[in-house]
């Protein structure tokens, strides 16, 4: 996962909490390392602080940091939540607070960013199903419902969560499971203030949904060849028209400058480092993805085309060759 305080930018590997500067030429120069005890998991940014957590696989325990950027060059850790379980695997931002995913993923728990302390729990017992991390707006919030597999939808309930105290459903929304998809593989990226993103192996759905409790299915586009191989995930950016897709082994490009007719436009291998990515970040003339190889792959989206520049990898360079594959 990454964040970007320009022009710094932070990235969780398995080295932990690593700190580079972008250079001009958009090359990453790393400044500071914080390693992190546990496999480190989700990062995200609140003001002047990084939450990031992790994961012992030894125990299935975690912990949560909190981590002091008010000098990017040199952040801080400044507090530590440890649990005997895996409550702090997946850290989200819910509102103007901070929450994680409790009871295996049945529930929602928020946090008091300032202490870390549990303030509210919606979703208990698995009452209406599994998490899915799906924001309507500020003060709306989604819970992933059961694969309804009469109706083949995915439904979620649609929580209020302006009074912490109050917590409660206001209504819930289906999207249609796409032929050949499967409610497990599917994932949903809101992508503008009214459009969603259906993120499945084989293909891409994009919905309007501007009243936030009813929705209109737009256009629909397979992924290429090779579609059975794809792994698709959330994370996922928009350039200008464009979705750019980390999978599996490869990055896919889809125009969506028309929502009612998105096509695929290619499909780009990066194997030669990593098999599994993390966050796409765009920081203008570069896009950077963090791997599970620790290393950092540098591209450059222009006029249309998604080009590899490098991989970055102990903070030495590798240059890439025309196809996507590097040498040293």
């Known amino acids: 996962e ?19 500067i972008i250079q001009e030429d958009g090359n990453l120069e ?43 060059e040199d952040p801080e850790i400044v507090g530590i939540k440890n649990s005997n379980d895996d409550r702090y695997c997946l850290i989200i931002k819910i509102c103007n607070k901070l929450g994680y995913i409790s009871n295996q ?28 991390g799906f ?3 500020d003060s709306l919030f989604a819970l992933y419902d059961a694969y309804d597999d009469t109706l083949n939808v995915d439904r979620y309930f649609v929580y209020n969560l302006a009074n912490l105290n109050n917590i409660r459903i206001v209504g819930n929304i289906s999207f249609p499971i796409q032929e050949n998809e499967s409610s497990e593989t ?4 809101k992508i503008s203030e009214n459009i969603f993103a259906e993120l499945g192996t084989q293909s891409i759905t994009l919905y309007n949904i501007s009243d936030s409790l009813t929705i209109n299915q737009l256009g ?3 992924m290429g060849d090779n579609q059975n191989n794809c792994y698709k995930s959330g994370k996922c950016i928009r350039k200008n028209g464009y ?26 291998n990066y194997q030669a480092f990593t098999i599994l990515p993390t966050t796409i ?48």
Do not use: C
């Open 2 to 20: 990454t964040i970007v305080i320009q022009p710094y930018v932070y990235f969780v590997s398995n080295y932990g909490l690593q700190t580079f």
């Open 30 to 72: 790393r400044i500071s390392l914080i390693p992190i005890l546990g496999q480190a998991e989700e990062i995200v940014q609140k003001g002047n602080f990084i939450y990031l957590s992790s994961w012992f696989i030894e125990d299935n325990s975690s912990s949560l940091y909190k981590i002091d950027v008010s000098n990017p």
């Open 105 to 132: 993923g049945t529930s929602i728990s928020i946090i008091n960013p300032d202490n870390m302390d549990d303030i509210a729990q919606f979703g208990e017992n698995g009452e209406y199903g599994y998490y899915s």
């Open 135 to 137: 924001t309507i707006s």
């Open 186 to 189: 599917s994932v949903y990226k």
């Open 220 to 222: 629909h586009t397979t």
């Open 243 to 268: 979705l750019i897709i980390p999978e599996r082994n490869n990055i896919s490009v889809i125009n969506i400058e028309d929502y009612n007719n998105p096509f695929f436009v290619e499909r780009k």
């Open 281 to 328: 970040i765009d920081t203008g003339n570069y896009q950077y993805m963090g791997t599970l190889a620790n290393g950092i792959l540098k591209m450059n989206f222009n006029n249309n085309h998604l080009q590899f520049m490098g991989f970055h990898l102990d903070n030495q360079v590798y240059n890439s060759t025309d196809n996507g594959y590097f040498f040293y």
